[in-house]
């Protein structure tokens, strides 16, 4: 620790409030728009980019909390964002050192909770020097690196099976589609391929609703089974246990479409084990087994956060108005054909999601090792 010095956070970098929106701008663009600690809509615009470090400046129960951009994003006024001098020490070192770190000791204490950045100029931080922050972040960035490539190619296949739900049921492309009238289905989706039906939901799947055991039965350990009370542990495909239960009769088996039902309606993953399953949610299963299918066409209907397809915007769902939702059935020849090729994109989609789990969590075992001096990069 003798090559390490402790500076003011002030006298390394820069501080800046976010920006309030602009009202008739909010809900369009492709940025997430944050508020303090929370996302609460989209922008056309951002003034924050991905790995950048935000502290949130006023937020209930937030105030004090360090996050790191996951992607571009516009921050209002309830958030600072820090630019760090690269002239003066390693960006990238301090991305990982500010993931250990929460800063609520500095909030006031007043009935307007909220942290200033001359509150934050006065932080004092301890770190070694340039080449040393240099390694450190090279190591662990790897890691990063390893998980953002594998991600991408999450996302292409993804793409893939989407194109191809939307090519056979919804452009209805589908292998001998030229020998296939259309007929008037009688329903909202007009003419469909004849063969095929317009169903509601509770004819072609099972639907549980989740129950929440009582909080004395949860805990951190590993005991019991992971349980999921909504979306506050969905990664981007497949959910992140955090929480286990020792009680829960409610369960979701390994396949089933994760769907919350409250507040973000409409947020769905997949589960890749048994778990329980917490009020927020329900699992939804084929009963013929045509689960690719099905994760595939919810997904084309759900198209926003808290929105069904048809555009109404819903705080909450029931099971009674889940199983009245109505979906194209193809004929079970196509469904089969389909699930063979999009089954394989889902298995690779999975195994790379636990490649990545993996490497998080050696990733965050060596973060608090490296950037607090008790283990050393050699060079």
């Not at 890691?143 to 292409?156: G, M, V």
């Not at 369960?251 to 947020?267: E, N, Q, W």
């Not at 993953?269 to 329900?282: H, Q, V």
Request: proline share 3%.
């Amino acid at each position: 620790m003798s090559t390490w010095t402790k500076q003011k956070l002030g006298d390394v970098a820069t501080m800046k409030y976010g920006t309030m929106p602009r009202k008739e701008k909010v809900g369009h663009g492709e940025y997430d728009l944050y508020s303090g600690y929370r996302i609460i809509d989209k922008y056309p615009e951002s003034n924050c980019k991905k790995g950048d470090i935000i502290v949130v400046a006023r937020g209930v129960g937030g105030t004090g909390d360090v996050k790191i951009a996951s992607s571009d994003c516009y921050l209002t006024n309830l958030s600072i964002r820090i630019d760090f001098d690269e002239s003066k020490v390693n960006g990238k070192y301090f991305h990982y050192k500010f993931l250990l770190k929460n800063l609520r000791y500095l909030d006031s204490g007043s009935a307007q909770s909220q942290i200033t950045i001359s509150n934050l100029e006065h932080v004092e931080l301890d770190f070694p020097d340039i080449p040393t922050q240099t390694r450190i972040a090279s190591v662990l960035s790897a890691y990063d690196d390893l998980i953002e490539n594998n991600e991408k190619r999450i996302k292409i296949l993804e793409e893939m099976a989407e194109r191809l739900y939307r090519e056979w049921f919804v452009k209805f492309k589908f292998p001998g589609h030229e020998k296939v009238r259309l007929i008037d289905s009688g329903t909202e989706y007009g003419k469909i391929p004849e063969g095929w039906e317009v169903k509601l939901l509770g004819d072609i799947a099972l639907l549980i609703m989740g129950q929440s055991p009582t909080s004395d039965n949860y805990n951190l350990e590993n005991k019991g089974l992971p349980f999921h009370q909504g979306v506050a542990d969905f990664g981007y495909k497949y959910p992140i246990d955090r929480v286990s239960s020792t009680a829960g009769n409610k369960h979701a088996m390994r396949g089933d479409l994760l769907f919350s039902v409250r507040a973000p309606v409409g947020r769905m993953n997949i589960a890749n084990k048994k778990i329980i399953l917490g009020r927020g949610l329900s699992a939804i299963r084929h009963k013929e087994s045509f689960q690719s299918f099905l994760l595939l066409a919810f997904a084309d209907r759900f198209t926003k956060k808290d929105m069904i397809g048809n555009g109404a915007i819903y705080k909450s769902v029931n099971k009674d108005e889940l199983e009245k939702l109505k979906f194209i059935c193809p004929s079970k020849s196509i469904l089969g054909q389909f699930e063979s090729i999009v089954t394989t994109y889902f298995q690779e989609m999975e195994k790379l999601t636990v490649e990545n789990q993996t490497l998080s969590k050696t990733r965050d075992l060596l973060i608090p090792q490296l950037v607090t001096g008790k283990r050393e990069v050699k060079n």
